[in-house]
C-alpha cells in the first residue's frame, strides 16, 4: 500500500513537471489585470497639469504594458474627462484629455471614460472585472494622491488584491496649510499609506522579472 502510494506521488510529480512553461505563465496571469489611469497629455510637459517625473512614469508604464500583452494580462485603460464646472484641463474634445502616444490602447483592450476620482464610479469597471473573474489589480497611472489613492482604495473595498508600481506612477507639489509639499514627499506618503493596508508596492523591474 505504502509502495503504491509512493509510486503515486512520483507519477504526479513527474506530471506536473511536465506541464509548459507557456501554459504555467499564462495561469498564474489568468485571474490579474493591468489598470492604467489618467496617463494623458495634460500631465505632461506643456501640458496644463504638469506632473512631476510623468515622462518616466510613462515610459516604465509603457513597459508594464508591453509585458502585460506578452504574458496574456489583461490591459484596462482609463481616461478621465472634466465634465465639472471650472475644470481647467482634460477637458472634452482637446488634445490634452487625449491618452499619452506611448500608452495608448490597442484593439480589443477595455478603454473606461470617467468623470471622477474613482475609476468605478459610474462606470462599468466593476461589472467589466467581475465578468472576467479578475481578482488581482496592478496600478499605474496618475495622479498618485488622487485617482491611483481613490481608485486602488475601492477596489480593495470590493475585495480585490491590489498592487501599485511605484516608479509607473506620479504626483506633483501640493500645498497645505500654507506649506509647500514637494511632490516627492507627496509620493512617499501617499504609497507608504496605501501600503499599510490597501495595497502592495511594487517597481517595475519587479514586475517584468515575473515569469
Known sequence: ???????LGVTC?????????????KKAHTNSALIVIDVQNDYFPDGKMTLSGANEAAENTRLLIEKSRKINMPV???????TQEGATFFLPDTQGAEIYASVKPIKNEKLIIKHYPNSFRETDL?????????????FAGMMTHVCIDAT????????????VIA???????????GQQVKAAEVQKALLAALNFFYAEIG?????????
Open 1 to 7: 500500500m505504502k509502495k503504491a502510494i509512493l509510486n
Open 13 to 25: 510529480l513527474v506530471t506536473l513537471s511536465s506541464i509548459p512553461a507557456v501554459f504555467a505563465q
Open 76 to 82: 484596462i485603460h482609463i481616461q478621465h474627462i472634466a
Open 126 to 138: 466593476l461589472k467589466y472585472l467581475q465578468s472576467k473573474n479578475i481578482k488581482n489589480l496592478v
Open 152 to 163: 486602488v482604495k475601492a477596489a480593495k473595498d470590493f475585495g480585490f488584491n491590489c498592487e
Open 167 to 177: 516608479d509607473a506612477t506620479a504626483t506633483r507639489d501640493l500645498e497645505v496649510n
Open 203 to 211: 517597481t517595475t523591474q519587479e514586475f517584468l522579472k515575473q515569469p
